[in-house]
């Protein structure tokens, strides 16, 4: 099971990105392989990748093609074949 964390600020102060990189460190036994980060002035996303079936693709967060908006998450793609 992957490693979700992030953090949103509803004010004028920017996401502190050492508390998620910390919070994110602290959840690397539920995703050893791999992880990333998101960040602008209002959130700061990470995550912690576990590998179960392809392990040089799957990064995370995620974004549109305009890297408009991003998400992260843990799930599993069913008849992907």
Known sequence: MCGITGFISLNQVPPDQRLVRE???????RGPDGEGFYTDSK???????????????GHQPL???ESRFWV???AEVHNYR
Do not use: E, Q, W
Request: charged share 20%; glycine share 4%; hydrophobic share 30%.
């Open 23 to 29: 919070m994110t460190n602290r959840t690397r036994h």
């Open 43 to 57: 959130a700061c996303l990470g995550h912690r990748r576990l590998s179960l079936v392809a392990p040089s693709c």
């Open 63 to 65: 974004s549109d093609p």
């Open 72 to 74: 992260t998450a843990n």
